[in-house]
Nanobody, 129 residues
Framework: QIQLAESGGGFVQDGGSLNLTCVAS????????MGWFRRAPGPEHELEFVAAITMNTGETYYADSAKGRFAISRDSAKSAVHLQMNTLAPEDTAVYYCAHARSPAPPHAMGQTVAYDDWGQGTQVAVSS
């Protein structure tokens, strides 16, 4: 059974930085990609794509809100991905979820939840103004 374990969330002030890590285990076959999604507080907010990376080639994908501030990287040997988040703002406050895609997906699908098969429990990020 594939398991994803997130860490690195916490509380920071406006403009601060955090580095999230997700470690995957329990694979029987190769992994295609891993990514991050987030859900902001409140029932009106849906799961929102943040960033993703393919494990073999290192190709990256970012939401517009993450470009220039966040950087995703991988450690294929450890089946881990990191999300370095800089210049955080209060609107980045959310629970961040790690996701794993078992099969290849076209680039336009990498930001969609349907491309991912496995999900972590989430780690809380709170940014104060």
């Amino acid at each position: 059974q594939i398991q994803l374990a997130e860490s690195g969330g916490g509380f920071v002030q406006d403009g601060g930085s955090l580095n999230l890590t997700c470690v995957a285990s329990g694979f029987k076959y190769g992994r295609y990609a891993m990514g991050w999604f987030r859900r902001a507080p409140g029932p009106e907010h849906e799961l929102e794509f943040v960033a993703a990376i393919t494990m073999n080639t290192g190709e990256t994908y970012y939401a517009d809100s993450a470009k220039g501030r966040f950087a995703i990287s991988r450690d294929s040997a450890k089946s881990a991905v990191h999300l370095q988040m800089n210049t955080l703002a209060p609107e980045d406050t959310a629970v961040y979820y790690c996701a794993h895609a078992r099969s290849p997906a076209p680039p336009h699908a990498m930001g969609q939840t349907v491309a991912y098969d496995d999900w972590g429990q989430g780690t809380q990020v709170a940014v104060s103004s």
